[in-house]
């Protein structure tokens, strides 16, 4: 999010008769100055100092959430942006809320590649309920929940594998992998007839899919 956008948030706020001490006001400045320099190592214990002393100050929880996710320290950021969200008004919430996915998604990746399953759909699972819609995130939604359920799938658990698919199949249904991953799934669990359709749907979105073409050849043998 720019600073221009920010700067007209603190306006609003303003306007709406937020009054927060100087002593926070001063430690947010100064550390808002060293977040527009990208040295936000720094500018870290100066939110902190205005988020301790004034709790309801969004915009210093939002931009503690924002140094920490530049950092890419997710599960420190995702408390302060929660905390943002919540107090922000609500002609500003939804701006709020894009940083707070960015977060959850950088979390469930990151907690993927740990292969921590539950906890990236846990982060996941977030994302959906802050915004059910999510648009501008459904592609990588759909893509995280494909990986958490390729790696069900090779540890045996075919039935979760199924779900996760599923899953990733309702926030992108246009997405070919996961087609191709739950024909995979139901194969293994003997649904053969709701596997054939799963691998039509896969060459359907891509005709060129030799591999949903094989899969589809053997499924009809």
């Known amino acids: 999010m720019g600073i221009p956008v920010i700067l007209a948030a603190f306006a609003l706020a303003s306007c709406a008769g937020v009054s927060i001490g100087p002593g926070a006001r001063a430690d947010f400045n100064a550390g808002l100055a060293l977040f527009n320099q990208g040295r936000f190592q720094e500018a870290l214990p100066y939110f902190g100092k205005a988020v301790s002393a004034e709790p309801d100050f969004y915009e210093a929880h939002l931009y503690l959430g924002r140094t ?3 950092m890419k320290n997710y599960g420190k950021a995702i408390p302060s942006l929660r905390s943002a969200w919540r107090l922000s008004p609500d002609d500003f919430k939804k701006q709020v809320v894009d940083i707070l996915i960015d977060a959850l998604l950088g979390a469930a ?3 993927l590649g740990k292969g921590n399953f539950e906890s990236s759909l846990a982060y996941l699972r977030e994302v959906i309920s802050v915004d059910p819609k999510a648009n501008k995130v459904k592609e990588d939604l759909s893509n995280v929940l494909v990986a958490v359920a390729t ?9 979760e594998a199924v779900k996760g698919y599923t899953d990733a199949i ?3 249904p ?5 087609y191709i991953g739950l024909a995979k799934a139901l194969i293994k669990s003997g649904a053969l007839s709701e596997a054939i359709e799963a691998a039509q749907k896969a060459l359907t979105l891509d005709p060129t899919s030799r591999e949903a073409l094989n899969m589809l050849k ?3 043998k």
Not at 151 to 159: E, S
Not at 174 to 178: F, G, I, M, S, T
């Open 109 to 111: 990746f990151s907690e």
């Open 170 to 172: 309702k926030a992108n």
């Open 151 to 159: 790696a069900l799938f090779m540890k045996g658990d075919v039935r």
């Open 174 to 178: 246009d997405n070919k992998a996961a």
């Open 218 to 220: 053997e499924l009809i």
């Open 68 to 70: 920490h996710l530049n």
